[in-house]
């Protein structure tokens, strides 16, 4: 279960449903030399690797990290919500979930943040790149 106060990342090797995933393969991608690759909506068992390692399917554009990156502030807080009337925490939604990775920010402070289904390693290193989906909420 993630971390909940949100001082620390949270990392889970697995998530619900993650044999559905190819988690025994370690969320394999599909053939490389396909021109169109099996992830989302195609076969769900290569969705976690065609998201996580998109930049060796597609072609993309590194952007290099900044000399002197700005740090986010943690805040320890426990985040819950409401949803057709009933009440619930974010560590509760990963449960039920396939969610790979979830990053809550307000202003200049990381409310939560928590990586599964081999992403990345417990050990801290990120072996895989990442796409980001983002929402604004107020």
Not at 1 to 30: C, H, K, Q, R, T
Not at 46 to 74: C, L, Q
Not at 115 to 125: C, D, I, K, V
Request: hydrophobic share 30%.
């Amino acid at each position: 279960m993630a971390d909940e106060n949100g001082l620390v990342p949270g990392f889970s090797p697995s998530g619900p449903n993650a044999a559905l995933y190819g988690e025994e393969e370690g969320f394999p991608i599909a053939d490389r030399s396909l021109t169109v690759q099996p992830g989302e909506p195609y076969n769900i068992k290569y969705r976690v690797g065609a998201y996580s390692h998109f930049d060796e399917i597609y072609p993309t554009h590194r952007i290099r990290r900044a000399a002197n990156p700005w740090m986010f502030k943690r805040a320890n807080t426990a985040i819950r919500y409401s949803y057709q009337g009933n009440q619930s925490s974010v560590g509760e939604y990963l449960s039920r979930n396939p969610v790979t990775g979830l990053l809550i920010a307000k202003d200049d402070e990381i409310l939560f943040e928590h990586y599964r289904m081999g992403e990345p390693t417990a050990t801290g290193s990120h072996p895989n790149q990442w796409r980001s989906r983002s929402q604004r909420c107020w």
